[in-house]
């Protein structure tokens, strides 16, 4: 990347966005869980395994 050629901080930059991409993951994965849970339908029975 351009990045880690114009800097001598090649691995904390890979480091920080890969955080960054691990937090925005797991923040979306909840947002969405949150929506999913508010609008379940009853009765459906789709969480049941």
Do not use: D, H
């Amino acid at each position: 990347m351009q990045a880690q050629e114009e800097t001598a901080r090649g691995i904390e930059i890979y480091l920080a966005v890969t955080a960054l991409y691990v937090v925005s993951a797991f923040a979306a994965n909840r947002a969405m869980a949150a929506i999913e849970a508010r609008v379940r339908v009853p009765g459906y029975i789709g969480e049941a395994r």
